[in-house]
């Protein structure tokens, strides 16, 4: 099982003049000290702060620190390869860990200290970076998404038979990228079987898809006994579901569920947009980018209504106070994982610099609070305060007036920390 023991700095750090990111205030702070302790923010001062003598000390020059940034729909497999690729590669966990581990580090060198990984497989990734094998972010892992055959996560290939009728696993099921579950008891035991893994949440497939072959974009998936009978599993493990779903009825069955999270969404309708603010439900919402000539013709032609609608979801969702949080969802197209910062820009069409900060930090660490007892990394996340996790960036500017700064992490971000550990350091350090 994997667990959430990440390493810490050994010796403290203190980070000498520099401006906060201040959500509340929606501007930098008057310049400030930050000493970090171990894992987490152990002070903030304006005045000057004692020190242990080899403490580690970094002079931010009146620079931006911000917390690190949060990307809570990624699949860390799925983004990895090409659907080739993974059709064609002997999948052994030795293979995916290595391959996914270098996407991993490059994650974190663009500053994205946590994600929520969205479906796939992914405990093996996780345990690794946690005990320090491998470098990349904190991961709240999902393990496979569970899917009703002909649902948007029934990945066989048209020579695969059903499990039920024929009594063989499919590829996809065996090398953990999705469980074919249908029937409560199936829902049951595909729920269970993650969280026994270390799941922190439960991803269910609720509505068709646009990158899978054989369920329109249109249909709703899993009965709502089906659907409930995940939430009542996941519930008695102290955490929720997220559900893959784009339509309204999709969504209003889910909601009656009592799913915790929609992910997508960008087909929705004001009333069902009004359920989510009234009953308190997340919309885990991306900004797509255009169909490009790459795709096949049947997932241009099923994106066609996403894309139209997210122009329309994101200002209607935010008018009318639905919790809203941000995510890539970069699927077998790894050339687009370069561009994870350069995404965030894309949310100006209808948000301010402060509000898009405030997402993709507090909001974010907000709802991957949702896991509750099976949070793999108790503490606060998103936010500059004492006794918050040490996720930090310095950022070489101020974001609130120039965005674009993280767009180009390599030349902007001069220090990354992660639970207190430095992994990019170009400040000079003074000893």
Not at 53 to 71: E, S
């Amino acid at each position: 099982m994997s667990g959430g023991l990440i390493l810490a700095q050994t010796k403290q750090v203190l980070i000498e003049n520099v401006r906060l990111l201040d959500h509340k205030a929606t501007k930098l702070t008057a310049p400030m000290n930050v000493l970090v302790s171990g894992s987490v923010i152990q002070k903030i001062s304006p005045s000057a702060i004692t020190v242990d003598k080899d403490a580690v000390r970094i002079n931010g020059g009146g620079k931006t620190l911000m917390p690190g940034l949060i990307d809570v729909h990624v699949h860390m497999t799925f983004g990895t390869f090409t659907m080739a690729q993974l059709m064609g590669e002997d999948l052994t966990e030795e293979f995916l860990v290595r391959k996914i581990g270098e996407s991993a580090q490059q994650m974190l060198l663009r500053g994205f200290t946590s994600v929520r990984d969205a479906g796939g497989p992914i405990f093996p990734l996780k345990a690794a970076i946690d005990a320090g094998k491998l470098v990349g972010p904190r991961i709240w892992p999902s393990g496979a998404v569970v899917s009703q055959t002909a649902g948007h996560g029934d990945f066989r290939a048209p020579n695969e038979r059903s499990r039920r009728f024929f009594g063989k696993p499919s590829r996809a099921e065996q090398v953990g990228a999705t469980f074919i579950a249908d029937g409560r008891d199936d829902v049951l035991t595909a729920v269970r079987e993650n969280l026994r893994f270390g799941a922190s949440q439960i991803k269910l497939m609720a509505g068709g898809g646009t990158s899978s072959a054989y369920d329109p974009i249109d249909v709703t998936q899993y009965t709502l006994d089906e659907m409930k009978a995940a939430v009542e599993a996941a519930s008695d493990w102290g955490t929720y579901v997220m559900v893959h779903a784009y339509t309204p009825k999709a969504v209003q069955r889910a909601v009656e569920a009592g799913v915790k999270c929609i992910e997508h969404g960008q087909m929705l309708d004001e009333e069902t947009l009004k359920l989510l603010a009234e009953k308190d439900v997340w919309l885990s919402l991306q900004n797509l980018m255009d169909n490009n000539d790459n795709m096949d013709a049947q997932r241009k032609q099923k994106r066609i209504p996403v894309l139209e609608g997210q122009n329309k979801v994101w200002p209607l969702a935010k008018k009318l106070g639905v919790k809203l949080a941000w995510g890539t969802d970069f699927l077998f197209e790894p050339e687009l994982n370069g561009e994870q910062n350069s995404y965030i820009l894309r949310l100006q069409k209808w948000f301010s610099n402060a509000e898009i900060l405030k997402m993709i930090t507090q909001d974010n660490g907000a709802l991957l609070q949702l896991s509750g007892l099976r949070n793999p990394y108790p503490g606060k996340l998103g936010v500059l305060e004492e006794q918050a996790l040490a996720d930090l960036l310095l950022v070489d500017g101020d974001p609130l007036k120039e965005l674009a700064l993280i767009a180009n992490p390599e030349k902007n971000f001069l220090l990354i920390m992660k639970n207190g550990q430095i992994y990019k350091n170009t400040v000079k350090a003074k000893k």
